[in-house]
């Protein structure tokens, strides 16, 4: 059974901090690492995607591979209370599904 | 303003009856995929397509799930026979589909599914 494990959270960091969420994941012949986020009761939102080792940044989002150690993170960088959401991590090897992290809640206190 | 449109936006129905799910994904996109979403299981891909091409349906379950892609403005999730373990959010998104810009996928609003 592939898994994908993220700390269900809440997460709680104040406005202007930096936010950090983790995921592990099992299969080793993952290649491909998505973070989406997704506010309650509407549709997710990908916004991040990375498949090799190290960071990739976008804005005040840094996602960070370690395929060695299979986790995944994403931080959020001068975090503000609109990124308080659900962030899904998921995981793909090709020729096999995707699999989903249960997601992390976090929350920006101002 | 172009977005991805799913119709309906909610549908209940009795168990045993077919429920189709409707797609059209932003023009110029190559990519569809066909995700599910429940509190209990969380969200699953169930089917992606390239242009229209089924890529990858893995995650759907074979015997009573269906997607296809009869044109470039249409994507369809059709469900027979339908059953209450179905109910769910069943969200569309579309993207393109190379690398450089995978991260650019948009969803749909949701069909919300109930299956009494």
């Known amino acids: 059974q592939k898994e994908v494990e993220q700390n269900s959270g809440p997460l709680s960091v104040p406005e202007g901090a930096i936010a950090s969420l983790n995921c592990t994941y099992s299969?080793?012949?993952?290649?491909?690492f998505f973070w989406y986020r997704q506010y309650s009761g509407k549709s997710p939102e990908l916004i991040m995607f990375?498949?090799?080792?190290g960071d990739k940044e976008d804005g005040r989002f840094t996602a960070q591979l370690n395929k060695a150690s299979q986790y995944v993170s994403l931080l959020i960088r001068d975090s503000q209370p609109s990124d308080s959401a659900t962030y899904l991590c998921?995981?793909?090897?090709?020729?096999?599904?995707?699999?989903f992290g249960p997601g992390t809640r976090l929350s920006v206190l101002p | 303003d172009a977005r991805v449109t799913q119709t309906p936006r909610d549908k209940v129905t009795e168990m045993g009856q077919e429920v189709t799910m409707r797609c059209q994904p932003i023009?110029?996109?190559?990519?569809v995929f066909w995700y599910r979403q429940t509190m209990m299981q969380g969200l699953e891909l169930l089917a992606y397509?390239?242009?229209?091409?089924?890529?990858?349906d893995s995650g759907m379950p074979k015997d009573r799930f269906s997607a296809e892609m009869p044109d470039a403005t249409l994507a369809t999730l059709k469900i027979q026979p339908s059953e209450p373990r179905d109910s769910a959010v069943y969200f569309c998104?579309?993207?393109?589909?190379?690398?450089?810009?995978?991260?650019?996928?948009?969803f749909g609003p949701g069909t919300r599914l109930t299956v009494l």
């Open positions: 998104a579309s993207g393109l589909g190379t690398v450089q810009r995978y991260n650019e996928q948009f």
């Open positions: 299969d080793r012949g993952s290649q491909s």
């Open positions: 990375i498949y090799s080792n």
């Open positions: 998921a995981v793909y090897n090709y020729g096999q599904n995707f699999v």
């Open positions: 023009l110029g996109h190559n990519t």
């Open positions: 397509f390239r242009n229209r091409a089924p890529l990858d």
